[in-house]
């Protein structure tokens, strides 16, 4: 018999006593981002409880980590761990794409349960019967865990590839957050003012606002270089474009001399007319990056929230948060992500080459964040349009094609 039942956020103090009285767990809560939010019920506490052992101070834990560290705790499978959960990767992998790709319809039959050889003790902990006899987790999370295990490799993998069997599959959050963490970094170059970032498929998209498109393994078709740094009011002001508009330097922060402000030579420019940022990316051999592309760039290819990781650090970007009444140099924070890029994060947003929702009447794609907006404004995941709001603050950055 299973009983169903709802279970309320576990308080903060409750999760602080019960960790704080293991060994290190004072020091990890301390030292480990995030932690104590992964353990904000009765089974995730029991989860983060059994991985202890496998947890670095000072270093992000992820949740397939977590989960992986679980069931090694409640199988006592030991070294015959990964044997067995290959077999259960494949059974998962097989319902779920008979299943047309959706979690909630994936289910075993009883005979292919039987059929994979599956401990006992592995079924009676995590399996249950349904009226219908077929066969389920007890635990939806156990399912998408066992997915991301299957699709991290291939990911991975599909760097300076075509698209494959994952590419435009939608996924679920929590697929997600199973894969941060999980491959090894995007494979880049990194020259002094550019990064090359290969073909090939990356975790695109979110959940948490109607501007992000639906999470799903995205692809972008040819590798590209990408520069490291916005364009800087300096660089705006030394192009003599071919064809000179009367009006192409006359932006809001320069005021009427349509000179660089004292001492912002080297802050991002912004107030571009999108058109102007074609043309400058272009004059330089280059163009604007696809939404796509930039996404990619700048969050690499798991999913991670941002181009750093799922927890947000303060001092890495600017946003509003900082106060600040001008952005800062584009260097001034440091670079970051696999891709090692400056002020993608915070700063101004970026104009790319894509129309939002793919309606051009309604203005080019805007990413990355602004010094004016908060931080939920500024995840890579985030798609807002240009012309939708007078107030965004639109800068650039330009690719070249590989």
């Not at 590798?223 to 009006?247: F, H």
Request: glycine share 8%.
């Amino acid at each position: 018999d299973v009983a169903t039942f709802a279970v309320d956020p576990l308080p903060a103090a409750i999760v602080h006593e019960v960790l704080g009285a293991l060994p290190r767990g004072r020091a990890l809560l301390r030292t480990v981002d995030n932690l104590e939010a992964l353990a904000t019920s009765p089974l995730l506490l029991h989860i983060v409880q059994a991985a202890l052992p496998h947890i670095e101070e000072n270093r992000p834990i992820h949740g397939w980590g977590l989960l992986d560290a679980w069931l090694r705790y409640a199988l006592r499978s030991g070294p015959d761990h990964d044997a067995v959960l290959d077999r259960l990767v494949a059974l998962a992998w097989k319902a779920y794409v008979d299943a047309d790709h959706v979690v909630e319809a994936a289910a075993f039959q009883a005979e292919d349960v039987a059929a994979a050889g599956l401990p006992r003790a592995l079924r009676r902990t995590l399996m249950v019967i349904e009226l219908d006899g077929r066969v389920r987790f007890g635990h939806r999370s156990v399912l998408e865990h066992l997915l991301a295990t299957h699709m991290a490799p291939r990911i991975a993998a599909n760097q300076g590839h075509g698209p494959d069997e994952l590419t435009g599959l939608r996924i679920t959050e929590a697929m997600r957050t199973f894969l941060v963490g999980r491959m090894p970094p995007m494979p880049v170059r990194v020259d002094a003012e550019r990064v090359r970032i290969p073909a090939g498929n990356f975790v695109a998209g979110g959940t948490d606002r109607p501007d992000e498109r639906w999470l799903r393994i995205g692809h972008v078709d040819r590798p590209y270089w990408i520069a490291r740094a916005p364009i800087t009011n300096a660089q705006w002001a030394a192009w003599d474009p071919a064809l000179q508009r009367d009006d192409v330097h006359h932006l809001p922060h320069w005021g009427r001399p349509r000179a660089v402000p004292d001492g912002q030579a080297d802050d991002p420019v912004h107030g571009v007319w999108p058109e102007d940022a074609d043309a400058y990316a272009r004059d330089h051999g280059g163009r604007l990056p696809t939404a796509d592309e930039w996404e990619k760039a700048t969050r690499g290819i798991d999913g991670r929230t941002w181009p750093w990781g799922d927890a947000w650090r303060a001092g890495l970007a600017a946003t509003a948060e900082l106060g600040l009444d001008r952005p800062m140099p584009v260097r001034a924070l440091g670079a970051h992500g696999d891709a090692a890029l400056f002020s993608a994060i915070g700063g101004v947003f970026e104009t790319t080459a894509s129309f939002w929702r793919g309606r051009p009447e309604r203005g080019r794609v805007v990413m990355g964040g602004c010094f004016t907006h908060p931080i939920d404004h500024a995840r890579p995941s985030l798609r807002l349009s240009h012309k939708l709001s007078g107030s965004l603050r639109s800068g650039l950055r330009i690719v070249w094609d590989a």
